[in-house]
């Protein structure tokens, strides 16, 4: 099946174009998920069964109802947990999504929250597969239950060709600055939202252009509204405000350029 274009209006009034991942790519990567799953539930089986005790006795039927129990609560957390939490704090990705270039995202454009992804996975305990198949293959948008009922899609991402950089890239190469010169974590990159982006963007590409004399003009008025943001973060980096946007661009770029 050929790879459709869905454009979405975000919540910013921003137009994004995406491509829709479909049956093959999703179910490709769902194999190495649960391949990933069954490894994990084996490697539990046998902690479980070496853990009971085939004495008689009370107190080992106690102790071994104890060890079961905890085996099937951990059998559930990792089947739903694997899914939620993963796609959660890996901006929409599991092993098997990252592996396929296929990620998760909201229907305005931004990334799943926890809620959304805790709901579409729960679902996928409760729907047989095979439904879920049928409904990826005949939605227009590739939506399974899951995906009705916590309004997200699964979208392939831009392949980006790393042997060859960008005006951008290269002047931030030259000015010495490499991505891991600013910790962020998940948290900080939520702060900034589609409208933070675009301006980010312009502001990067715009500061390669300009006079020298123009740039701290421009510099400070982008800082004023973006750094608030993260200045619990930026506090302890004594790095200008243009080399901290520059590296804040190299965070987002990976967020929000499909």
Request: hydrophobic letters at 45%.
């Amino acid at each position: 099946m050929e790879q459709e274009q869905l454009q979405v209006k975000t919540p910013e009034y921003v137009s994004l174009q995406f491509k829709l991942a479909g049956l093959g790519s999703r179910t490709a990567a769902y194999l190495i998920d649960y391949a990933i799953l069954v490894v994990s539930q084996i490697i539990l089986t046998f902690i479980l069964f070496f853990s009971l005790s085939f004495d008689a006795g009370a107190f080992y039927f106690d102790q071994n109802t104890l060890f079961i129990t905890l085996y099937l609560i951990a059998i559930f957390v990792l089947n739903l947990g694997y899914f939620a939490l993963l796609e959660f704090f890996w901006r929409g990705k599991t092993i098997g999504k990252k592996l396929l270039g296929i990620r998760v995202i909201q229907e305005n454009g931004h990334n799943v929250t926890f809620l959304s992804s805790l709901i579409r996975n729960f679902i996928r305990l409760l729907d047989v597969y095979v439904i879920g198949m049928v409904l990826i293959f005949a939605h227009p948008k590739h939506k399974r239950l899951g995906d009705l009922a916590a309004g997200t899609l699964v979208i392939h991402e831009q392949g980006k060709n790393s042997s060859k950089k960008n005006a951008v890239e290269q002047y931030i190469e030259k000015c010495g600055l490499h991505k891991e010169d600013l910790t962020l974590e998940s948290f900080d990159i939520q702060q900034f939202h589609q409208r933070d982006w675009q301006l980010l963007n312009t502001y990067v590409h715009r500061i390669i252009t300009i006079q020298q004399k123009e740039k701290p003009i421009l510099t400070e008025q982008v800082s004023e509204i973006l750094l608030p943001k993260i200045d619990t973060r930026i506090n302890q980096y004594s790095l200008s405000n243009e080399s901290i946007l520059l590296l804040l661009y190299l965070h987002l770029k990976d967020e929000w350029e499909y």
